[in-house]
């Protein structure tokens, strides 16, 4: 069956359109235009979005424009805001915008506000992160609370990691922070190894409390516990719940008055803003939380509300839909030139890859082009040292979306100067190469010249910032988020559940118990012998 995307109007106009700019060059688009670095431009709740090195013309982005509003963006924006159930799969509402709203703010679901219960949440965990912080909250012993393991996978795992990372230098430096997620053992292992159990408090992060790596965890968490605690009531002073489900939080034996809820309408890699965010709560303190909300908050109303020209989430999502179903991109790298946002592409990958990586439209039609893009990066400088080699003069084409900061958390000259002129440097080189010419004109040996030669013409965008503060984190994961589901919304898929999930982890179910038997086993001859080897060696 053809899906309807590629038989829209607006979408072969696109294709057209590509043809004719397979011949542009981003040296001569610059040259056509002296002001293209101070139009191709954009800026939102502190981020300035510069695209002007994507190569697009005026004419692209009308075009784009209009497929967005083909296919519904504003429309789709509406339905997600107005608390339709717009993950169809599931039947539910999609509404993190909601967590970061402020005091007074109204979104209903199912005729209801949820605005009071999301509130009431934020203020118990305020005054639990505060009585956390300031000692009054104690162990079981008596002894203050020196360090903090969440213990959570996916999308209750890689936002908070991420965070904490992001905004350490925010962070109460007399807590540890330590976050578990893989069922390996030794992630528990190495997290705990040096902590007391007596100063330890476990955040055990799981919106179903069903997820088997974090019961896993958690009862590895429990025993470390007791065993050096001694006693059941020692529970209710080391461990607090973070989840939507009170009767698997009450079996474990966590005191459900030591839980955090929040919604079936957040979607697990959406959730960094609900209760899940607790460990960033606690490490930078509920007002520089609030900060963070305000700074998601600040896009969303943006995304919401701006003119789609303007819009900085709807832009990036329409350049990525450009890049990858027009010029033949697979993947976009995030190159963030700041320490500080190390886990800041493994956070994307999640959201990015899981919401988008589907095959079939909204209606169930398989689709006849291509969706979610391939998200991956590190920090530069580093990554100039290793994988930009193939950027610069490989085969594919590589869109990169440069993260960089005016200040730094650290006075350090002449560090932060360096690091701003890499990544300019970087998105000046992608984009204008060096021609054989300049190349000779350098005196290399013409054996050398076409190794010297960059073609250049390759796309990014920077995304600049003052600081990386509360706000700003917030804002650029909401900015994500939304050029996310405008992706999503031009590809007609949902967004909002992950099915691909569900076979690996049925499939582990049924090898587990076959593992530590002898039973006979039932799966391919490849699956067969790989377990009697294991069951040999283990
Ligand atoms: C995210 C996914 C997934 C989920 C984890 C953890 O959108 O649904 O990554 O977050 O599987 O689930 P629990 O929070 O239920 O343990």
Redesign the pocket.
């Known amino acids: 069956m053809t899906s309807r995307l590629t038989e829209r109007a607006t979408w072969k106009a696109l294709e057209k359109h590509a043809t004719a700019m397979r011949g542009a060059h981003l040296r001569q688009l610059f040259a056509d235009d002296p002001k293209r670095g101070e139009r191709l431009a954009v800026e939102a709740a502190g981020l300035y979005y510069d695209y002007a090195k994507q190569r697009v013309t005026d004419e692209t982005l009308q075009a784009l424009l209009a497929l967005a509003d083909a296919c519904g963006l504003r429309a789709k924006i509406d339905a997600m805001f107005g608390g339709e159930k717009i993950n169809a799969t599931e039947n539910r509402a999609v509404l993190h915008v909601a967590l970061r709203a402020p005091k007074g703010a109204s979104f209903v679901v199912d005729g209801e506000d949820v605005m009071p219960s999301v509130h009431e949440v934020l203020d118990a965990m305020s005054r639990f992160a505060t009585s956390v912080r300031d000692g009054s909250f104690v162990g079981f012993s008596g002894k203050r609370i020196r360090n903090v393991v969440n213990v959570?996978?996916?999308?209750?795992?890689?936002g908070p990691v991420m965070a904490y990372r992001a905004l350490r230098s925010y962070a109460d430096r007399e807590l540890t922070f330590r976050f578990v997620s893989n069922v390996d053992g030794t992630d528990f292992a190495e997290a705990t190894r040096d902590l007391d159990p007596h100063e330890t408090l476990f955040l055990i992060?799981?919106?179903?409390?069903?997820?088997q790596e974090?019961m896993t965890n958690a009862a590895s968490a429990r025993a470390w516990v007791l065993n050096a605690l001694g006693d059941e009531a020692a529970i209710a002073k080391h461990f607090v719940a973070i989840?939507t489900n009170a009767a698997e939080v009450a079996k474990f034996g966590i005191d459900t008055a030591n839980m955090f809820g929040f919604w079936d309408w957040v979607?697990?890699?959406?959730?960094m803003t609900s209760a899940?965010g607790l460990s960033t709560m606690i490490a930078i303190g509920p007002e520089r939380y609030r900060e963070m909300l305000d700074g998601f908050h600040a896009m969303d109303e943006h995304y919401r509300t701006a003119p789609f020209e303007k819009n900085l989430p709807a832009l990036m999502g329409l350049l990525a839909v450009w890049n990858q179903n027009f010029l033949g991109a697979q993947t976009i790298a995030v190159l963030p030139y700041d320490q500080y946002l190390e886990r800041f592409p493994a956070y994307l990958q999640?959201l990015a890859m899981?919401s988008n990586g589907k095959g079939v439209t909204r209606d169930g039609t398989s689709v006849s082009y291509e969706t979610g893009p391939i998200y991956w990066g590190e920090p530069g400088t580093n990554g100039q040292h290793s994988f930009y080699q193939l950027i610069h003069q490989g085969t594919k084409l590589i869109p990169c979306d440069f993260v960089a900061f005016c200040r730094s958390h650290h006075t350090l000259p002449p560090h932060h100067d360096l690091l701003i002129a890499n990544v300019l440097a970087q998105a000046e080189a992608l984009a204008f190469g060096k021609t054989a010419d300049e190349v000779r004109a350098e005196g290399t040996a013409e054996a050398l010249v076409p190794h010297r030669v960059f073609e250049g013409n390759r796309p990014s965008a920077t995304i600049f910032a003052d600081e990386l503060t509360p706000a700003t984190l917030g804002a650029l994961v909401a900015l994500y988020e939304h050029s996310v589901f405008t992706q999503g919304a031009i590809f007609d898929v949902n967004p909002f559940d992950?099915w691909g999930?569900e076979l690996g982890k049925a499939l582990a179910k049924r090898i587990a118990p076959e593992l530590t038997s002898q039973s006979e086993l039932g799966h391919d001859s490849s699956t067969n012998t790989l377990i009697r080897r294991y069951r040999a060696r283990r």
């Open positions: 959570g996978i996916g999308g209750s795992d890689l992060a799981s919106k179903t409390f069903t997820t974090t989840s979607g697990g890699r959406y959730s899940i999640q899981e992950q999930v």
